[in-house]
């Protein structure tokens, strides 16, 4: 999965988030961009969990648009 930002200052930061789960690996995908794969999910690429756990980072980060994209 990618995940875009519109504030690529904030992206350091969400790295981090995302990083501290052992079930997540992330990594930069170009400019802006996350790519997260999570590890042990099946059904549906682990998307449900990551936009479950993304919810509080933007709780906290209202000026910063996030845009889950799953993989095709």
């Known amino acids: 999965m990618r995940i875009r930002i519109d504030d690529p ?3 350091p930061a969400l790295r981090r988030y995302l990083a501290a789960r052992t079930d997540f690996i992330v990594g930069e995908a170009e ?18 969990e990551l936009v479950r756990y993304l919810r509080p980072w933007q709780d906290r980060n209202l000026d910063v648009m996030v845009n889950v994209v799953p993989d095709s």
Do not use: C
Not at 38 to 44: E, F, H, P, W
């Open 31 to 48: 400019p802006g961009t996350l790519a997260v794969g999570v590890l042990g999910s099946l059904r549906d690429g682990g998307h449900t």
């Open 9 to 11: 200052a904030a992206l």
